[in-house]
């Protein structure tokens, strides 16, 4: 009994971190936990996936309430991006029935790791036209939109092929290798929409809602989800979701890039390991 208790606790205590981190840097913190409990906890599979998405509904619920209070979460951009990442989810699943994603895998985590690396890169400087780089000017392709944040005083533009393209992507990569598409659109809202990092992580969060709500729903008629073994995950990661709201609320934008970037290398890190113990 004992033994029970302490697992617990433990299982608590990872599943609280790994949210405090995750709802920082907008990922939600599933690339990371189901690892753990199939590894360490010794989880199968499908109970792993069943019990973190059922556990990231209450957190990214609580992520998204509280930043909306504060004026971060962009609505229009996280729905007009969740649409196509949905079909691509299922163009993902649908392409792996004619191609092996296996050998892809390892490439795909080495293009993670550099993307994740350069975010500690430093940045060129704009030329004295104003010139905002490439994704800048395919932005600008119509129709396109400037969505004002009036309570941050930010504004930024997209052009709608950008937001189906990188949402088709974002999607097809998900279903492709069978991860969480999650930390992936992060990054796209700061590097390809020049969003600030604030209002990317909080947006991101507020996708998860969706795609955690839609998932958890399949894997509980599949019956993947065991309550008694999610309820400490989803204690952990509720309760970490409010302490990283509040880390997060903190940060400058520039230190919670280097720490996407750091989620990003952990993240390519992870997904080289899974690769190697197949």
Same mark, same amino acid.
């Given at each position: 009994m004992e033994t029970v208790i302490i697992i617990t606790i433990i299982?608590?205590?990872?599943?609280?971190?790994?949210?405090?981190?995750?709802?920082?840097?907008?990922?939600?913190?599933?690339?990371f936990m189901v690892p753990i409990l199939i590894t360490v906890f010794h989880f199968p599979l499908t109970t792993a996936v069943g019990s973190v998405m059922i556990s990231l509904i209450p957190s990214s619920l609580i992520s998204t309430y509280l930043n909306r209070k504060e004026g971060f979460v962009d609505f229009k951009m996280g729905i007009l991006l969740e649409i196509p990442t949905i079909f691509g989810v299922v163009l993902g699943t649908l392409l792996l029935s004619y191609i092996s994603a296996e050998h892809l895998e390892i490439l795909f985590a080495i293009l993670v790791l550099f993307l994740g690396i350069s975010f500690f890169l430093k940045k060129g400087k704009k030329d004295k036209k104003g010139n905002g780089g490439f994704f800048y000017h395919l932005n600008k392709y119509k129709p396109r939109y400037i969505i004002k944040n009036t309570k941050n005083h930010v504004a930024y533009r997209f052009s709608v092929w950008m937001v189906l393209f990188f949402g088709l992507l974002a999607g097809t990569l998900a279903g492709l290798f069978g991860i969480g598409g999650g930390f992936l659109k992060t990054p796209i809202m700061l590097k390809v929409f020049k969003m600030p990092a604030k209002i990317a992580t909080a947006t991101? $969060?507020? #996708?998860?809602?969706? =795609?955690?709500?839609?998932e958890t729903f399949s894997h509980f008629i599949l019956g993947h989800i065991q309550f008694d073994k999610a309820w400490p995950?989803?204690?952990?990661?509720?309760?970490?979701?409010?302490?990283?709201?509040?880390?997060? $609320?903190? #940060?400058?934008?520039? =230190?919670?890039?280097?720490?996407?970037?750091?989620?990003l290398v952990l993240a390519a890190l992870v997904m080289m390991s899974n690769f190697i113990i197949k």
């Open positions: 299982l608590i205590l990872i599943s609280f971190t790994i949210s405090m981190f995750g709802s920082v840097v907008g990922f939600g913190g599933g690339i991101a $969060l507020f #996708m998860i809602v969706i =795609t955690s709500t839609t995950i989803m204690l952990g990661f509720a309760a970490g979701a409010l302490g990283g709201q509040r880390l997060n $609320l903190k #940060m400058k934008n520039k =230190t919670l890039e280097k720490l996407i970037g750091m989620g």
